[in-house]
Structure formats: C-alpha cells, structure tokens
C-alpha cells in the first residue's frame, strides 16, 4: 500500500486530491499539511512513501522544501503539484530527482495515470535484484524499436535483407546464388551481394559445393 501525504495550502484543492486518491488502487492517504514546516514535522514522525508537493506554499516554495526533505527522508518519492509552467522551477525539481509533475487543474485521468506510473515504477525496482540494460531501457522509455536501428552497408536494402533472410530460414540444405536471384526476383549479382553482406556479419556462412561435374559453387546456408 502506497502511503501518501498532501502537502497543499488551498483545501479545495487537497480536497479534491484526497478524493481522486480514493479512486487509486494501493493507496492509502496518511495525511494532509497546508505549509513547509507541517510538511516537514510530518515526515519526521510518520511513514510517508509518496509526496505530493504544491509549489506554492505559505511559507516558501515547495521546489525549495525538495532538499530540506531529502535531508530528513531520503527515501522519500516526490510529485510536484503546481499551477505555474515557468521553465525555472521545472527544471530545478526535475534536477532533485522529482518523480513526476501534475499541472494545476488536473483531471482525474492525469492524475491517476502519473500515480500509476509512480506505482509501476516503484514496483519495477522492488521486484528485482539486480538491474540490467533491459531493466534501464524500459525505466527510461528507450523502446526496443530505436534499439534495433541498424546501419546497413551502400547498396544493402532493409526489406529485401529481411527477404533473402526468409529464404535462408526456409532452405536448410542451403542456397546457390543462382537460386536465390529466382527466389527474390532479383539478378545474380543482387543475390550475391546480399548473401556475401550476411555473410559479412556472421548471419550465414558459405562453402563450395563441388558437385559431379562443372566447377564448384558457393553454397549459402543459415548459421
């Protein structure tokens, strides 16, 4: 269970938080403060996972209060609430490590979704005990796709690559250059070029296939 604490100045406000948090799965709200110092005091004396931090605060900015909190609680997750887009402060509190930012007047859809992602995140790193590239791609956003992104060699088309792999895939006794021009609709000299770059990065490997008579030829076959 996700304990949270609102720290907001305007009870409206952190009324209406207090109710979209009721909507939320795993949550559970364990208090409420309207300045700095409450916010502070609070933590201090409770067990809180999960802040969310109005910006402005009677007695200071919460941007400020970030680094006053870390010092009590470093364990502490924050998620800045504000009505203000100014460029300054969003990049201060992104800096210190804040875990999400909700812009005033939320929905109840965006707030949802930004407490969920902090759950799912959360939970990522809870359930593992070591972390690997995979695990650091996905907590940073890099999608597989952009991993994929390959350079190919002048004259080495992605789709009809992909093609000539299929072919290889299908015959296990291995393919002659001749072959594989027929099978991909494509010349002899294409064919071989495209063979010869699989081969290149360890895709397929060739040999020469004597025969019974005439000169030997490569044969391509799929590693």
């Known amino acids: 269970m996700l304990r949270i604490l609102i720290a907001?100045?305007?009870?409206?406000?952190?009324?209406?938080?207090?109710?979209?948090?009721?909507?939320?799965?795993?949550?559970?709200l364990v208090g409420k403060v309207t300045c700095c110092e409450d916010t502070v005091k609070f933590i201090q004396n409770n067990d809180v996972d999960l802040i969310l931090l109005d910006n402005y605060m009677p007695?200071?900015?919460?941007?400020?209060?970030?680094?006053?909190?870390?010092?009590?609680?470093?364990?502490i997750d924050i998620i800045l609430v504000t009505a203000a887009t100014e460029k300054g402060f969003m990049e201060k509190a992104i800096r210190m490590g804040i875990r999400g930012i909700i812009i005033k007047?939320?929905?109840?859809?965006?707030?949802?979704?930004?407490?969920?992602?902090?759950?799912?995140t959360k939970a990522s790193f809870d359930e593992v005990d070591e972390i690997d590239q995979s695990f650091i791609d996905r907590y940073f956003g890099i999608e597989s796709a952009q991993l994929e992104t390959k350079t190919y060699a002048k004259g080495i088309d992605p789709l009809t690559l992909d093609k000539v792999k299929d072919i290889l895939v299908i015959s296990p006794k291995g393919t002659s250059v001749e072959k594989?021009?027929?099978?991909?609709?494509?010349?002899?000299t294409t064919a071989r070029r495209y063979l010869e770059y699989l081969v290149s990065v360890d895709y397929c490997y060739a040999k020469l296939d004597y025969g019974i008579v005439g000169r030997p030829e490569r044969h391509y076959y799929r590693k």
């Not at 406000?13 to 939320?24: C, D, N, T």
């Not at 941007?63 to 009590?72: G, M, Q």
């Not at 007047?105 to 799912?120: D, G, N, S, W």
């Open 8 to 28: 907001e100045d305007d009870f409206r406000v952190a009324g209406i938080h207090e109710q979209f948090l009721a909507k939320v799965s795993d949550t559970t």
């Open 59 to 75: 007695d200071g900015m919460g941007v400020d209060l970030i680094e006053k909190i870390r010092l009590h609680k470093n364990n």
């Open 105 to 120: 007047p939320a929905t109840f859809e965006r707030f949802q979704a930004t407490i969920l992602q902090y759950q799912e």
């Open 180 to 188: 594989m021009g027929e099978q991909m609709g494509a010349s002899r």
